[in-house]
């Protein structure tokens, strides 16, 4: 299993620079994930790792060795793509092996680890189909085999959820947890979705712009995000943010609050507002408040709790959670008592 | 299934007019076929009327097969239309798979110079061309006959093919590359099997104006050895006399192969179309 190390990555392509400048360490069996919104250079990122795309400057070093100019079958490299990608016109059996056969292995050899990754992924009983024999699920865990059993360096996932339905995306999302326990392989994960980022990273990579906003463990990204970005991607519902003046604060220029560190009452609080909107999530529910000048707030609560429209009611913040942002949304030293 | 927009009068009206079109675009074939198959005679007393026992005459054939050399000029026929067929697919496939898979500078005039063809006439250019297989020797030869028609059909190819590959998944062939296989194998693997309608489409439109061209033939490969079946057809037509049975008979036979062709690449077409369908 490998290390991964990028130097100074820049891409322009024509005269749009998607990244600027990607330095970034990733250890040997470490589960990374890059997450940003659409356009943030996250695919083509993975893609310079792959050797898919060429780097307009910069150094992709893999297990100390320099890859940026080997081709991406020299680089030990495996990739799950979002569209499965499988070959129509070859087995799953086939579809697993064709790397190991372009590699020249010996045919034991191929046969033996297509069988260990099948068992693997209970593919058993599905050698023989072809991809379009295969359901959604079946044809993302033949591209997860095909990727397993080249025994890479690192394994690269490029959205490999988004084309699934929810309820298979939480089932194959498991498995690639539990698949990573297994193989302890460095992989590096792309992905929108910023549930997948937090249930699956040891170390979660936040881009926007091009630029890597903050690197960190999921908890240190939703306990201490460094800045206004930052805090407002990770998390769902998304953080409030309320305009410093707007509630009398001074030495901040926009304030921070999760919806999960809010609470409301029906006497006193920190914020008046009038119910505008109600959800129900079961377990739990999110309430919208409209408050004059802050704007709406979402509020996050448990259990079933009933409110009427138009009710007016008291929104009080964790004085701990609370952040506070400066003007060019850096997060600041910052105390709502 | 019965659509909710469904009425008799627009699906009377749609048939009408389909029927009506398929009978005028019938209508030469049949004439050339039925009268084939009839006396002189009958040929220019009642044109449209279908041969009877009176009537009725193989004598068109009987001609067309004793003038001897009709086998060869089939051959010629099909050895031109295969060979230019083949080439342009080839060619055209790869060029369009460059012009759609590769970022490089002039790309796009790249492929609009590659498609100029299909709004210009090659036979504008018969003189320089002309000239230029003089000038190579290859007049008559059935090369400059491929040649010729490799260069008019590529540009719809071209352009045909570009389209429609860049249809075909970017991670497949990411996921090729990464496996390892080179661009060769890329293409002929796993871009060419998935674009089979298109190629089948293609080969359809450039088969049929090569197998009917006169102009060609005549003016590069009219030596007795390179005459292709439309240019052998026009020794029954003479100044003063034309000898109707055997250009009839001559024409009939001509729709043959490329009937036949046609029928084998429609097949592709069709399995192509329902394969992704279901997918």
């Known amino acids: ?337 | 299934m019965s659509v909710a927009r469904h009425s008799n009068v627009g699906s009377f009206a749609a048939h009408a007019i389909l029927a009506t079109y398929t009978v005028i675009a019938l209508f030469p074939v049949i004439v050339i076929v039925v009268n084939s198959f009839k006396t002189r005679k009958a040929i220019f007393r009642s044109p449209l009327s279908p041969p009877d026992g009176e009537t009725f005459s193989l004598i068109g054939y009987e001609t067309v097969m004793a003038q001897g050399d009709f086998v060869l000029y089939f051959q010629n026929s099909l050895i031109v239309t295969v060979v230019a067929l083949a080439l342009v697919l080839l060619f055209g496939a790869m060029a369009a798979f460059a012009l759609s898979e590769y970022r490089f500078r002039g790309n796009m005039l790249m492929g609009l110079y590659l498609a100029l063809g299909i709004m210009i006439p090659i036979r504008l250019g018969t003189v320089a061309i002309m000239q230029m297989m003089v000038a190579a020797g290859l007049v008559p030869t059935l090369t400059a006959l491929i040649l010729v028609y490799t260069a008019q059909g590529l540009p719809l190819a071209i352009f045909i093919l570009s389209e429609f590959m860049r249809t075909v998944s970017d991670d497949l062939k990411d996921a090729g590359r990464i496996d390892g296989l080179s661009e060769y194998r890329i293409f002929f693997r796993l871009v060419l099997p998935l674009v089979r309608p298109a190629l089948a489409t293609v080969a359809v439109f450039t088969m049929i104006p090569i197998w009917n061209d006169l102009w060609f033939p005549l003016l590069l490969a009219s030596a007795e050895e390179t005459k292709t079946v439309t240019l052998g057809a026009q020794v029954f037509i003479g100044q003063f006399v034309t000898n109707w049975n055997a250009v009839l008979a001559a024409l009939s036979l001509a729709i043959l192969p490329v009937l036949v062709l046609y029928i084998v690449f429609s097949r592709q077409l069709i399995s192509g179309i329902t394969a992704g369908a279901v997918k």
């Not at chain 1, 490999?160 to 690639?176: K, M, Y």
Request: glycine share 10%; aromatic share 6%.
């Open chain 1, 1 to 337: 299993m490998g290390s991964l190390s990028l130097q100074a990555i820049h891409k322009s392509f024509g005269a749009v620079e998607v990244l600027k400048g990607i330095d970034l360490e990733v250890n040997n069996g470490e589960f990374v994930v890059f997450v940003g919104p659409s356009g943030c250079g996250k695919s083509t990122l993975l893609r310079i790792i792959a050797g898919l795309e060429d780097a307009t400057s910069g150094a992709v070093r893999i297990n100390d060795r320099d890859v940026t100019t080997v081709p991406p079958a020299k680089r030990g490299i495996a990739m799950v793509f979002q569209t499965y990608a499988l070959y129509p016109h070859l087995t799953v059996r086939d579809n697993m092996g064709l790397g190991l056969k372009q590699a020249g292995t010996a045919k034991d050899e191929i046969a033996d680890r297509v069988r260990t990754a099948s068992d693997m992924l209970s593919l058993a009983e599905y050698l023989e189909r072809r991809p379009a024999e295969l359901s959604g699920g079946q044809r993302q865990r033949v591209a997860i085999g095909r990727a397993i059993v080249r025994e890479p360096e690192l394994f690269l996932f490029d959205e490999p959820l988004s084309n699934l339905d929810a309820a298979l995306r939480v089932q194959t999302r498991l498995e690639i947890a539990r698949l990573h326990r297994e193989v302890a392989a460095t992989t590096i994960y792309v992905t929108h979705d910023q549930v997948e980022a937090m249930t699956l990273a040891d170390r979660i990579v936040v881009l926007h712009g091009g630029v890597i906003q903050q690197i960190g463990s999921p908890m240190q990204l939703y306990n201490s995000p460094q800045n206004q970005f930052v805090a407002g991607f990770i998390g769902s519902p998304k953080m409030n943010f309320i305009e410093a003046g707007a509630v009398g604060r001074n030495g901040v220029s926009t304030i921070g609050v999760r919806p999960e560190h809010i609470t409301v009452d029906g006497k006193a609080g920190d914020l008046e507002g009038a119910v505008s909107h109600v959800e129900h999530l079961g377990a739990d529910m999110n309430l919208y408040l409209d408050c004059a000048d802050a704007g709406t707030l979402v509020v996050r609560m448990f259990g079933e709790h009933h409110f009427d429209i138009g009710a007016k009611l008291f929104a009080r913040f964790d004085a701990g959670r609370a952040l506070g942002f400066d003007a060019d949304g850096q997060t600041v030293d910052f105390s709502w008592e």
